[in-house]
């Protein structure tokens, strides 16, 4: 094991007392050994890196300047607080950042005092932010400063836009720091991105420029580096130029930038400057996310969560995966792909995440058939009704926990239509490392109750790719197919494409003791579960791949509750309100009586690790559902 890096000025930092003592002219040395102590922890220890190596200096001067904890930082989603969180005592822990029982993926304060408020989901900084400045007025607290911390994707979310207006109306004294490196996760699109970047405009300014560049250009005067140094200097002058409000000061409230997010020792004169001042206020940075390693500044959506690298020459870690099965993702992108190229009704729609849904793959080949609609799930809802409405077949895909947000649309704008729009709601169930805010675990039972909705959830790739062809056919109205994170259990994934008649499940064993009965992936841990019990023990057990939540199979559930006394049900998803819960009300309506079993996802929030550290904790795993089923024997 190779010794740990000595650093003359991390060292001696345990917390931003520490900090406030040296001088502002070394603050670009400490800039440096923390932005190589986040690249040599995270080589080996994998997490979001490139957004916290692009406010390396943001976080030093931000705690440089503030009076921190006494000052509260509210930051935004969470990639990017890393550094935050080595400058804030958590240096000599930071090893077990998403480990199980370690130092959690985002900010929370549960966990530091510094961590001043829960992090995870993009847009909620100003709001929560504003919350903060307000009762720090009414408590008479004249010398506490907030400040929200967000970047330019998250700016996008109709959230922020609700905290920017109420800002303008409120009093108070807020400091909005807009981190914009022209990245979210994938690449930021919308209005906003380009708004930001030319905050006002003229058709004459422009064509100016334009001229001016090329002949620039031309005689190699400019160059991308002195390109960037122009923008951001005429950005400072256009409102002039142009006699034009920029946004922010049109909502009253005052804007400062764009300025230069990497030079340290301006960022504290600048803070220095404007933190007492009154009334709400937004400072403009101007950042490079993966600042400071050559290869996650060229491809920055690479390198937003890279996996094990080597620290030195930033080549990946990757595995041979041919033999594997493919992840859920893939076989939903490239089914997409496949539907969209027969069905010419289909489209694509998804929230900022192309890259991590695999939407991409019909983006590519498709262009136009799919749209990034920017970090706005309830607007990718409502987007994907309109687009029903007048006859096309949208394919919406949200991750589970960000489909939360989009509850009221989904409900409002789709299903009291019966809209044909197919939500397909990727990294359902737990997820692992990102812990409790990024957990899918709410879907079943948040959309259980809501009229007109098909709710299904394939057990393996093949499953899917039905589900899929089945949802876009004529009738199906208001779709949703939901699935896991990660690799399935078929390798030869590319089956026939078939209609699944709805509200249809399967008999995958018959048995007469026990009746298990199962919805999703979960189901292959219930079947090896279900092999060893009656290899062991002298028991026949039945399974039953659920397969629709909604609409349920009564035939089916008929045959359970004549048939069985003993039934144990298994989910990746919370147990109150779940599929767990739906049968428990049939049977009680039909007057069938069994004794029921129910394993899932308990009612508290559960915490980062593997997945099947997770599983285990949640009596979700094999040996755990062994120890149930030999508890009925």
């Avoid at 996760?185 to 420029?209: A, C, H, P, W």
């Avoid at 160059?223 to 009253?252: C, H, T, V």
Wanted: aromatic share 8%; charged share 25%.
């Amino acid at each position: 094991m190779e010794d740990k890096p000595i650093y003359k000025l991390l060292d001696i930092i345990h917390s931003p007392d520490d900090l406030r003592k040296l001088k502002v002219e070394q603050l670009p040395q400490l800039c440096d050994e923390l932005r190589q102590d986040i690249i040599n922890e995270l080589s080996c220890n994998p997490g979001h890196f490139g957004a916290s190596l692009g406010v390396v200096e943001l976080t030093v001067a931000l705690h440089y300047v503030f009076n921190t904890p006494y000052d509260k930082l509210v930051w935004d989603v969470g990639h990017q607080a890393y550094g935050h969180k080595i400058l804030t005592g958590r240096k000599e822990v930071f090893n077990t950042n998403r480990k199980l029982k370690g130092i959690r993926p985002f900010p929370s304060p549960e966990e530091s005092e510094y961590d001043t408020f829960t992090c995870g989901h993009a847009s909620n900084s100003i709001s929560a932010a504003l919350g903060m400045a307000v009762a720090a007025k009414k408590k008479g607290e004249k010398d506490r400063h907030i400040v929200a911390i967000i970047g330019d994707g998250s700016m996008s979310g109709g959230l922020a836009f609700e905290g920017l207006n109420n800002a303008s109306s409120t009093p108070n004294d807020l400091l909005i720091v807009l981190n914009d490196n022209d990245m979210s996760i994938d690449r930021s699109v919308g209005g906003m991105k380009e708004y930001l970047f030319n905050l006002t405009t003229t058709n004459s300014y422009n064509q100016l420029r334009y001229n001016a560049s090329k002949v620039l250009h031309k005689i190699g005067v400019l160059n991308d580096d002195r390109r960037k140094a122009l923008i951001r200097f005429g950005n400072s002058l256009k409102s002039i130029a142009a006699k034009q409000q920029n946004i922010f000061e049109g909502m009253n409230i005052r804007y400062f930038g764009p300025i230069d997010g990497h030079d340290v020792e301006n960022l504290a004169r600048v803070f220095h400057d404007i933190k007492d001042m009154k009334g709400p206020k937004i400072l403009h940075l101007h950042t490079i996310k993966g600042k400071g390693f050559k290869p996650a500044e060229k491809e920055a959506t690479l390198w937003h969560a890279p996996g094990i690298f080597d620290p030195v020459t930033g080549e990946r870690q990757t595995s041979d995966t041919k033999e594997l099965p493919p992840k859920f993702q893939d076989v939903f992108g490239n089914t997409l792909l496949e539907l969209a190229q027969e069905n010419e009704r289909i489209l694509g729609i998804t929230p900022a995440m192309p890259t991590g849904c695999s939407m991409n793959i019909i983006m590519d080949k498709m262009p136009d058939r799919a749209f990034d609609v920017g970090i706005a799930e309830g607007h990718a809802v409502t987007f994907s009704g309109g687009l029903a409405k007048e006859g096309m077949q949208p394919f919406c895909n949200i991750y589970s926990s960000f489909l939360q947000r989009g509850y009221d649309n989904v409900i409002h704008d789709v299903a009291i239509e019966n809209l044909p729009v197919v939500l397909c709601i990727d990294r359902a169930g737990l997820v692992g490392e990102d812990g409790p805010t990024h957990h899918g675990v709410f879907d079943l039972a948040y959309l259980r109750p809501i009229p007109n909705l098909t709710i299904a959830s394939p057990m393996d790739e093949h499953e899917l790719r039905k589900l899929m062809f089945t949802a876009q056919l004529p009738n199906k109205g208001a779709f949703t197919i939901r699935y896991p994170r990660g690799r399935g259990h078929i390798k030869d994934w590319k089956c026939p494409l078939e209609e699944i008649p709805v509200g249809k499940g399967r008999k995958l064993k018959g048995g007469k003791d026990i009746a298990i009965v199962t919805i999703g992936p979960i189901g292959y841990t219930a079947s090896a579960a279900i092999q060893e019990a009656e290899k062991e023990k002298s028991i026949s057990i039945a399974h039953y791949d659920l397969r629709f939540l909604k609409p349920l199979d009564e035939e089916m559930l008929h045959e359970i509750g004549t048939h069985f006394d003993k039934v144990i049900t298994i989910e990746d998803g919370v147990k109150k309100g779940g599929m767990g819960s739906a049968l428990l009300e049939f049977f009680s309506e039909n007057n069938y009586k069994p004794s029921v079993k129910r394993i899932g996802v308990p009612d508290e929030f559960i915490e980062h690790g593997k997945v099947n550290e997770l599983y285990y904790i949640c009596g979700m795993d094999k040996k755990s559902i062994l120890k149930e089923i030999y508890s009925f024997i």
